[in-house]
């Protein structure tokens, strides 16, 4: 098998392992991690209607303050947003889902960052 689809395959079975175990619900919507390179993205998501109910990123944050997205600073401060913008929707309790990625470094930087916000998972 090509090495590429290779990884992408174990990188998905990894996905699918921690969404079988978080569901996200109006009053514990799940928070979603995207991590790029140069960014990181949270969502708040209600999985039972579908809809995304707050989010924040490194490229909303930019705007206001000019740091490089791809580091731990910058992930504490987008779980800070995070966890205003649930308080604002009215979300005091959420699920972690991290995905495929471990939870260190700038995953945990943002999960820590949002329970400092006030969120609790």
Do not use: C, W
Not at 6 to 23: A, E, G, I, S, T
Not at 115 to 121: A, H, P
């Amino acid at each position: 098998m090509n090495p590429t689809k290779l990884k992408d395959r174990q990188r998905q079975r990894r996905r699918f392992h921690v969404r079988n175990r978080v569901v996200g619900t109006a009053e514990r919507p799940r928070l979603t991690v995207f991590r790029s390179s140069k960014h990181i993205y949270a969502q708040l998501i209600d999985d039972l209607s579908g809809r995304t109910l707050a989010s924040a990123s490194t490229k909303t944050a930019k705007s206001e303050q000019a740091v490089y997205g791809g580091n731990v600073k910058a992930a504490k401060t987008v779980g800070q947003k995070i966890a205003e913008a649930a308080k604002a929707a009215g979300i005091s309790k959420a699920a972690f889902d991290r995905g495929h990625y471990r939870y260190h470094g700038r995953v945990k930087a943002l999960a820590d960052g949002a329970r400092e916000g006030g969120l609790q998972f």
